[in-house]
């Protein structure tokens, strides 16, 4: 049973910085993408960042310069480094992983997965 679980968010003050963490577990044999995605309320979930198990990174423009993607392929985690927060940052994120689980080629499965997301609030 593969489960991604955030943690890191909280409330912080306009300006301020707050970094989150997605522990990815279960039978993985790759993580090819992790993604951060968040949900401020009346509004669709949106893509803030990606990272590729090469390293490559996207940003949504929003959060470029602010915001940093990496990961830990040994621990099978990504982190989201974010500084000079806003209030419009104000949401929930979520980790998303597309990843192959299974021990063996014969069962190796790719799928995409979501944690259930941590709240980050942001005062003005």
């Known amino acids: 049973q593969v489960q991604l679980v955030e943690s890191g968010g909280g409330l912080v003050q306009a300006g301020g910085s707050l970094s989150l963490s997605c522990a990815a577990s279960?039978?993985?044999?790759?993580?090819?993408?992790f993604g951060w995605y968040r949900q401020a309320p009346g509004k669709q979930r949106e893509l803030v960042a990606s990272?590729?198990?090469?390293?490559?990174?996207e940003y949504a423009d929003s959060v470029k310069g602010r915001f940093t993607i990496s990961r830990d392929n040994a621990k099978k985690m990504a982190y989201l480094q974010m500084i000079n927060l806003k209030p419009e940052d104000t949401a929930v994120y979520y980790c998303?992983?597309?990843?192959?689980?299974?021990?063996?080629?014969?069962?190796?499965?790719?799928?995409?997965?979501w944690g259930r997301g941590t709240q980050l609030t942001v005062s003005s």
């Open positions: 990272i590729t198990n090469s390293g490559r990174t």
């Open positions: 279960g039978n993985i044999y790759s993580i090819h993408v």
């Open positions: 998303n992983a597309d990843l192959t689980s299974g021990s063996y080629s014969f069962n190796f499965r790719r799928s995409e997965y």
